[in-house]
């Protein structure tokens, strides 16, 4: 299991000479490949370093807005065709993704 807090601690200790270990040794520890304990060094000196993702709490790029989930949803209630043929016709969005519109629609 991979421990980013665990990683700090032991690269702090290194820098202050409280800790021996090698870096190959706190990577075995903390489950990490060395070349990113040496990142891990790197944006502790450069104070970039941060035990959140960076994305968290951030809407993906290629999700949905608003807008197109009305247009679908409003195109397909207008249509007699079947998803398959639907998402042929709509051609900019997955299968996967029209389907989880409609099957909305359809319980209701």
Do not use: W
Not at 50 to 67: D, F
Not at 98 to 107: A, G, P
């Amino acid at each position: 299991m991979k421990n980013k807090e665990e990683a700090l601690k032991l690269l702090k200790k290194m820098e202050t000479g409280d800790c021996f270990l090698s870096y190959q040794e706190i990577a075995d520890i903390t489950g990490y490949h060395v070349k990113y304990i040496f990142k891990l060094k790197k944006d502790i000196k450069e104070n970039k370093f941060s035990l959140e993702h960076g994305n968290k709490n951030k809407k993906p790029v290629n999700a949905l807005s608003e807008a197109e989930k009305e247009k679908i949803i409003n195109l397909y209630k207008r249509s007699n065709a079947s998803i398959r043929k639907f998402c042929k016709f709509y051609n900019t969005r997955s299968y996967s993704c029209i389907y989880n519109l409609v099957k909305d629609i359809k319980k209701d």
